[in-house]
């Protein structure tokens, strides 16, 4: 089955500096790619997605990339700020009807004045 | 905007217990998913649901372990006789095209 690797587990940034995390797969049939922003005893909220047939994409502060033949797809933060604070997980769907997500470890990110 | 919501918040009982965890998913989704998150762990999926039946599970959703859609709203998870091992935040899911919303958990833990 899948598995998720996601680096590093925890992270501290400057406040306007910039986040990367990053995540490797083994499955090259999964095609898709969410990252989740976790809370302290919340959800997991989604930020931002990738399909496979997708190399980039940027949503305001966020941008996600995806590098199929190396089977690896990163998150990078810019400007960052205190409520960006939280665990981040990768994952990967499988592309069967049930799509499960197969999550990496999450990192813990700590935006710091 | 719709969300997943999840009853209880939070459940505490006694190893052997019978546990049923509920959950209402967005309305007009068709897939459903139960995950579970010991705590400091990942997430880690149990079950996938859709068109009343089981679509896929996982090693850990073993014959202890059920899930029912008694009607048209609600989605459960039953664990017949807890563990330990059975204490972490478990999650529902609904997905809408590829997109997995999470319901905001229920925390379970056994004595």
């Known amino acids: 089955g899948e598995n998720v690797e996601q680096h590093p587990s925890t992270l501290s940034v400057q406040e306007g500096d910039s986040a990367v995390i990053k995540c490797t797969y083994s499955d090259s049939a999964s095609n898709y790619f969410p990252w989740y922003k976790q809370e302290l005893g919340k959800r997991p909220q989604l930020i931002i997605d990738?399909?496979?047939?997708?190399g980039e994409k940027k949503d305001q502060r966020i941008a996600v990339t995806l590098n199929k033949t190396a089977k690896h797809f990163s998150l990078h933060i810019t400007e960052t700020q205190p409520e960006d604070s939280a665990v981040y997980f990768c994952a990967a769907s499988d592309p069967g009807t049930a799509s499960k997500l197969t999550f990496g470890t999450g990192t813990r990110l700590q935006v710091t004045l | 905007e719709p969300e997943v919501t999840q009853t209880p918040s939070h459940q505490v009982t006694q190893m052997g217990q019978e546990v049923i965890l509920r959950c209402v998913p967005i309305?007009?989704?068709?897939?459903f998913y139960w995950y579970r998150q010991i705590l400091g762990q990942k997430v880690e999926f149990l079950v996938s649901f859709y068109n009343n039946e089981i679509s896929e599970k996982s090693e850990i959703f073993d014959d202890q372990f059920s899930v029912e859609r008694p009607d048209g709203s609600n989605f459960t998870l039953k664990i017949r006789s807890t563990k330990l091992e059975d204490s972490a935040m478990y999650f529902c899911?609904?997905?809408?095209?590829?997109?997995?919303?999470f319901g905001p958990g229920t925390r379970l833990l056994v004595l």
């Open positions: 899911a609904s997905r809408w095209g590829e997109t997995q919303y």
């Open positions: 309305s007009n989704h068709l897939y």
């Open positions: 990738i399909r496979s047939n997708v």
